[in-house]
C-alpha cells in the first residue's frame, strides 16, 4: 500500500459519468443529443446522473463551522433527504436465524423468513417458514417470467471458489443472509412486486416444493408475449431516452467493477500487512527480556503495534463485510437492468416490424390490425414500467451510496484515531523514565530529524 494522494480512475468508456445524461433527464438546448433533435417530454426533467448522483464532496467542513466532535457524528449529519419511505408500510420481511442441514446427500443453509402484514391478501397477520438458497432463485425466476417489464433485485451470487471461500463458515453465511434480506425488502417496497402470487406463495406456504410441482401459476400474458418474442425483429434504434440509459449502465457497471477489483487488491494487501505486524510487535516484547531500562518502553511499542493490529483487522472486516457486497450487488443491478431494456427492445422490434408490415398493403387507409395494437400496448407497457423502477433504483442508490461512502468515512477515521492513541500512549514512557545520571530522555519526533 502506497502513500501519497489518490489518483482517479482511468475512463474505461468514450464518456465520463459527469458527462453522461440522465435517462430520465432533460438536457439543456446546448445538450441536445444529434443537434436539431428535440427531446422527448420525459427528457425534460432535472438531470441528476451527473449533477447529483455521481458527484462525491471532496471538500473539509465548510468554513465558518466547526469540526465534528468525533468520527462517530458524521454519521448524525447525514441527513437522508431522499427516503423513498413516504407510504404507509402495510408489509415487512426479514430474515434471520440460518441453520445447517445435513442430509445424506447434501448439506445446505436454510433461513427463516418472516413476514408481518395487514393485507388482505394474506390470511394471517404474521408467517414464518423456512426456504434455502435455491427457493429465493426460484422466486425470482418466477418474478421475471411474471413481471418482465418490471427489475427484478439481484440475488447474491450463488457459486463461490472452493478453497477460498467456505460457503458454511461464520461470516459467509452472514453475509448471505443480509443479501437474502436486501433481496426480499427490494421486493417488499416495490409496489408491483409485492403483490406478485409467486412472492405471497414464498412468504407463506409451508411446503414450498408441493407448489413448484403443481405449476398452479401461470405466466401473466405479458410475460407470455415477451417469452414468445424471437430474435427475429431486428431494432432500428433506441429511443434517446433509453440510449441514454443503456450507455449510463455501461459505464456505470465499468466503474463499480473497476472499483471493486481494487478495493480487492486494498483488502489484500492488508491482510497481509497485518501477517506482518503480528509477527512484528512480539519482537519488541522478547527484545525487553534483555534489556534493563528500555524494558518498559519496548513493553509498550509492542503493546502499541498489537493495537494497531486490531484496529487494523476491524477495519478490513468492515470492507469486506458491508462495503463489497454494496458494490456487487449493484453491478449485478445493473446487468438487471440491461436484461430489462433487452425485453423492451425485441418488443418495441416487434412493433416496428408490424407496423412496417401494415404501411406495406395496398390499401389507401389499411386498418391497423388488433395484434399491432396489442403490440404497442405492450411497448407503452414496458416504458412506462421501466422509467419507473429506473426512477426508483435511482433514489435506492442514492441512499445506498451515501449511507456507504459515509460508514467508509467513519470507519476510516475510527481506525486513524485509535492507531494515533496507540502510538500517543508510549510517549509518556519515554519522556519520564530517567537516564543512569538523573537527566529524563528527551523525546524528539522523527519529523524533527
Known sequence: ????????????????????????AGSSS??????????????????SFGDKDLILPNGGTPAGTSSPASSSSLLNRLQLDDDIDGETRDLF???DDPKKHVCTMETYI?????????????????????????????????????????????????FVVKGVVD???????????????KFLKRITDHPVLSFNEHFNVFLTAKDLNAYKRQGMALLSRVGESVKHVTGGYKLRSRPLEFAAIGDYLDTFALKLGTIDRIAQRIIKEEIEYLVELREYGPVYSTWSALEGELAEP???VSACIGNCSTALEELTDDMTEDFLPVLREYILYSDSMKSVLKKRD???????????????????????PADVEKCQDRMECFNADLKADMERWQSNKRQDFRQLLMG??????????????????????????????????????????
Open 346 to 368: 425485441q418488443v418495441q422490434a416487434e412493433y416496428e416490424a408490424k407496423l412496417e408490415a401494415v404501411a406495406l398493403r395496398k390499401e389507401d387507409r389499411p386498418k391497423v
Open 167 to 181: 460457503r458454511f463458515s461464520e461470516e459467509f453465511v452472514e453475509t448471505r443472509r443480509k443479501a437474502l434480506d
Open 408 to 449: 467508509m468515512a467513519d470507519k476510516n477515521i475510527q481506525y486513524y484515531e485509535k492507531c494515533l492513541m496507540a502510538w500517543e500512549s508510549i510517549i509518556p514512557l519515554l519522556q519520564e523514565k530517567p537516564e543512569a545520571n538523573g537527566s529524563p530522555l528527551v523525546f524528539i519526533p522523527w519529523w524533527s530529524l
Open 110 to 158: 436454510t433461513y427463516r423468513i418472516t413476514t408481518k402484514s395487514t393485507r388482505v391478501e394474506f390470511d394471517l397477520p404474521e408467517y414464518s417458514v423456512r426456504r434455502r438458497y435455491q427457493d429465493f432463485d426460484w422466486l425470482r425466476n418466477k418474478l421475471e417470467e411474471s413481471q418482465p417489464t418490471h427489475l427484478i433485485p439481484p440475488l447474491p451470487e450463488k
Open 93 to 95: 420481511v426479514t430474515v
Open 30 to 47: 446546448e445538450e441536445a443529443v444529434g443537434g436539431d433533435s428535440t427531446p422527448s417530454p420525459d427528457l425534460l426533467m432535472a438531470r
Open 1 to 24: 500500500m502506497s502513500g501519497g494522494p489518490p489518483k482517479g480512475l482511468p475512463s474505461t468508456g468514450p464518456h465520463s459519468l459527469l458527462d453522461m445524461p440522465h435517462p430520465l
Open 298 to 300: 519496548l513493553e509498550g
